[in-house]
């Protein structure tokens, strides 16, 4: 019976697969993608998959879809962004809708492409806390790969056919009488429509409002003064869904939002020209309200754009029940194996509560130490943190876990801030590691003890890793450069200057022969190393060095990352 239905679900897949791209009503028929990353069935797949796992966040807590759930228009309720360990941003989640036209990305418009911009949240230390490079490693994909999955997913996530798009398109009867007038309004005396135009409903530009004018906005990335406080226009398809609003969250409902626009914006000597009182009757506010829910519609995403459907994965769930209830009925040992197996799958689509449930289940028939490790997962993703510390402790009493366990459990304890901690468990895992992890772990816990200015002892470690490292992978080997880099910077914390110049030359030429002269890896390092001369003085050998970091970043991931900035900027002396 489970072979017949999953060749049933294999038949559709195929013939979804072949259908051609469904663009939304309202929408340009041309899907924009670039010629280096072409949209592929077998991309966006992989791509989608990607946007649920956990896997890429630092203590495996958080996804993509942690921040855009798809139920919600691909964003969330909370004012600002919550990553690992409770950590929170400044800004709002904003939503990833219809992104493939779009022409810059982030509130502060600092990403020139998508293909950029998906590696952000995964960096920032406030969202998922990881290195791209090692994100990829983690799902065993090299880091463009990753980069060009999630772009190709993200770009196919679209909003139309909404009753304003038929609207347009001439059905008279699709906006009822209220929001025709909200239209009026919207084009009218509202003036609206200057900022919020075209199929995608913004000008993609950026424009000061008044709100949240402690953050510098605009003026971060160009360095303008009169860009203080601008933030890039936001979308308003779905946007009856997108409560809170604005870039900080501040501002609770439509009608808060109306009311905000209708008094002229916040007075700041910044305020977009733009903006002025309105005096719109409380007639005209509803109108405006009504209209803007008339631009919800239809969300399609995923191989080839469908309907979002926000439970999809359930389609299987029946056929993982089924093997449960065959082998309950047969008395079958391996019932728990399938009960793990369903809590599993639960797990990697994003349903905690269900994953506890069936991991429990299992875990109370065989009571295997690996199902501990497993019902932990599913505690710690559905934020019960405490639990899921208590299981790993116990999971880590069997050896061939221990090493594992322990080190979750220092990333446990170091996403609530509990260095000490999560140094004490990091300790407990070297004393049960071996080879390359041993290597990975000391370079986990020097990390951490150089950021509890525990120099000597960091340094001990670091070199314990970089010997492993070169016995087992070769001297020329990243992840050598990768310690030598961690070397060097705890000298530079140490003031020990010149023994940071060489280590960090050390590392980057190991950077220039191993990844080729371009690669984002080599530009940091050039980074740092000028970091390093200007320190010691040497402006005039630090230059060429902020020039080749520059270069590369500037190709690589755009003139307007933070990289780039932060490179452009040291060069100019700032």
Same mark, same amino acid.
């Given at each position: 019976m489970m072979r017949n239905a999953c060749l049933v679900f294999l038949?559709?897949?195929?013939a979804f697969a072949q259908q051609k791209p469904e663009i939304p009503l309202g929408l340009d028929a041309l899907l924009p993608a670039p010629e280096d990353n072409p949209l592929t069935v077998e991309k966006v797949a992989l791509g989608r998959k990607l946007f649920f796992d956990r896997r890429l966040s630092r203590n495996r807590t958080i996804a993509c879809a942690s921040c855009h759930e798809p139920a919600m228009a691909f964003a969330d309720s909370k004012p600002v962004a919550v990553g690992v360990g409770g950590r929170k941003g400044s800004r709002r989640s904003p939503r990833v809708l219809n992104r493939a036209y779009g022409k810059s990305f982030?509130?502060? !418009?600092?990403? /020139?492409?998508?293909?950029?911009?998906? !590696?952000?949240?995964?960096?920032?230390?406030?969202?998922?806390?990881?290195?791209?490079?090692?994100?990829?490693?983690?799902?065993?994909?090299?880091?463009?790969?990753?980069?060009?999955?999630?772009?190709?997913?993200?770009?196919?996530?679209?909003?139309?056919?909404?009753?304003y798009d038929r609207y347009v398109a001439g059905d008279r009867d699709?906006?009822?009488?209220?929001?025709?007038?909200?239209?009026?309004?919207?084009?009218?005396?509202?003036?609206?429509?200057?900022? +919020?135009?075209?199929?995608?409903?913004?000008?993609?530009?950026? +424009?000061?409002?008044?709100?949240?004018?402690?953050?510098?906005?605009?003026?971060?990335?160009? /360095?303008?003064?009169?860009?203080?406080?601008?933030?890039?226009?936001?979308?308003?398809?779905?946007?009856?869904?997108?409560?809170?609003?604005?870039?900080? /969250?501040?501002v609770a409902t439509l009608e808060d939002v109306i009311e905000h626009y209708n008094k002229g914006g916040v007075k700041n000597p910044q305020l977009d020209p733009e903006l002025h009182e309105l005096k719109l009757s409380d007639s005209d506010k509803r109108a405006l309200v009504a209209f803007l829910r008339s631009l919800s519609g239809t969300v399609r995403e995923g191989p080839w754009m469908q309907a979002y459907q926000p439970a999809d994965y359930r389609e299987l769930?029946?056929?993982?029940?089924?093997?449960?209830?065959?082998?309950?009925?047969?008395?079958?040992?391996?019932?728990?194996?399938?009960?793990?197996?369903?809590?599993?799958?639960?797990?990697?689509?994003?349903?905690?509560?269900?994953?506890?449930?069936?991991?429990?289940?299992?875990?109370?028939?065989?009571?295997?130490?690996? !199902?501990?490790?497993?019902?932990?997962?599913?505690?710690?993703?559905? /934020?019960?943190?405490?639990?899921?510390?208590a299981l790993y402790e116990e999971a880590a009493k069997a050896s061939e876990l221990a090493a594992r366990c322990l080190a979750k459990l220092g990333e446990l304890a170091q996403a609530r801030g509990d260095k000490a901690g999560a140094l004490e468990f990091y300790k407990r *895992?070297?004393?049960?590691?071996?080879?390359? +992890?041993?290597? *990975?772990?000391?370079?986990?816990?020097?990390?951490?003890?150089?950021?509890?200015?525990?120099?000597?002892?960091?340094?001990? +470690?670091?070199?314990?890793?970089?010997?492993?490292?070169?016995?087992?992978?070769?001297?020329?080997?990243?992840?050598?450069?990768?310690?030598?880099?961690?070397?060097?910077?705890?000298?530079?914390?140490?003031?020990?200057?010149?023994?940071?110049?060489?280590?960090?030359?050390?590392?980057?030429?190991?950077?220039?022969?191993?990844?080729?002269?371009?690669?984002?890896?080599?530009?940091?390092?050039?980074?740092?190393?000028?970091?390093?001369?200007?320190?010691?003085?040497?402006?005039?050998? *630090?230059r060429p060095y902020y020039a080749q970091a520059l270069a590369i970043f500037d190709e690589a991931l755009g003139p307007l990352h933070h990289w780039t900035v932060e490179a452009r900027d040291a060069l100019a002396g700032k």
């Open positions: 038949g559709t897949w195929v982030f509130w502060d !418009g600092r990403a /020139g492409s998508l293909e950029q911009q998906v !590696g952000e949240p995964i960096e920032n230390r406030l969202e998922m806390d990881l290195s791209v490079p090692e994100a990829a490693a983690r799902v065993d994909l090299d880091e463009t790969s990753l980069r060009q999955a999630l772009a190709s997913y993200v770009r196919t996530i679209l909003s139309g056919d909404s009753p699709a906006l009822t009488a209220e929001a025709q007038s909200g239209l009026k309004i919207f084009r009218g005396k509202g003036g609206c429509v200057v900022c +919020h135009l075209g199929p995608n409903l913004t000008d993609e530009r950026f +424009h000061n409002t008044g709100i949240g004018n402690n953050d510098p906005g605009r003026a971060k990335v160009t /360095g303008r003064a009169e860009d203080t406080g601008a933030f890039k226009t936001p979308s308003l398809r779905e946007v009856a869904a997108a409560a809170p609003y604005m870039h900080d /969250g501040s769930v029946p056929l993982y029940e089924q093997a449960v209830s065959a082998r309950r009925t047969a008395g079958d040992p391996k019932l728990a194996g399938s009960m793990r197996d369903l809590g599993m799958f639960l797990l990697r689509n994003g349903d905690a509560q269900g994953a506890e449930l069936w991991l429990r289940r299992a875990l109370a028939l065989d009571g295997l130490p690996a !199902g501990r490790e497993q019902l932990a997962s599913a505690l710690e993703a559905g /934020g019960k943190l405490t639990d899921a510390a *895992a070297l004393a049960v590691s071996k080879g390359p +992890h041993l290597a *990975a772990r000391l370079n986990d816990a020097g990390l951490l003890l150089k950021d509890l200015k525990k120099y000597t002892e960091a340094d001990s +470690h670091f070199r314990r890793a970089l010997a492993i490292q070169e016995k087992s992978l070769g001297a020329s080997h990243p992840e050598v450069a990768a310690t030598l880099n961690n070397l060097a910077m705890l000298s530079f914390d140490r003031d020990r200057i010149v023994e940071a110049e060489q280590l960090q030359r050390r590392s980057l030429g190991i950077l220039e022969s191993a990844l080729g002269k371009s690669h984002v890896r080599v530009g940091v390092s050039a980074s740092n190393l000028a970091d390093i001369l200007r320190t010691k003085g040497d402006d005039v050998a *630090a």
